[in-house]
């Protein structure tokens, strides 16, 4: 597997911390948008395109308001499947959503437009991807994770993922989904549960070359 700096893509991963009440020990998850420290300053005077849906909290607040609140300048934000704030009916038309209650230019990523287009991006610096997925190859998060993937490679802007843990990580199920069936449900040949968080998935589809033609021809390009 190549290693992932060199295409200027970040996976910030989640931090597992154990604290103990007397001799049982507890665990506390937490999700890579919580650690500041960890990525804040990487955002410090770029212009940020934010993949995001209602998944996308840091405690009780949204990741928008989090990060406008530390300073950071969120230039546009994309939304998935059902749209950024979650309401629209699954493999409904999102695309009504447009700004955010913050007067952020929103655009959804689904259906006949998947993937940003250098005009959507406003000059944006920096890409994130910051969404809570399940673990399952049907949900469309991890799809659309490959087309932001693919966006900047070919458009060659650095990318950041915030890691969230997966609930069904501890196992591995399903059968194998076979390449003829190949579509937004189901991208590549993994099993139903598929056993990783968002991050690690991201640098599969790079380690494995799953990305598009175009993708991994400017991937190798800029390695």
Known sequence: MKPFFNLRIWLIFMAVVALYAGARAQQKVQPAAHRFDQYLHKMKGKKIALFANQTSVV????LVDTLLKKGAHIAVIFGPEHGFRGKAEAGADASSDTTSTVG???VTLYGKKRKPTLADLHGADLLVFDIQDV???????????QDYMEAAIILNKPLMVLDRPNPNGRYIDGPVLEPRYKSFVGMQPVPVVYGMTIGEYAQMLLGEGWLSKEAMDAYTQNV
């Open 135 to 145: 673990g399952c190859r049907f949900y469309t998060y991890i799809s659309s994770l």
């Open 59 to 62: 405690g009780n607040s949204h």
């Open 104 to 106: 952020i230019p929103v």
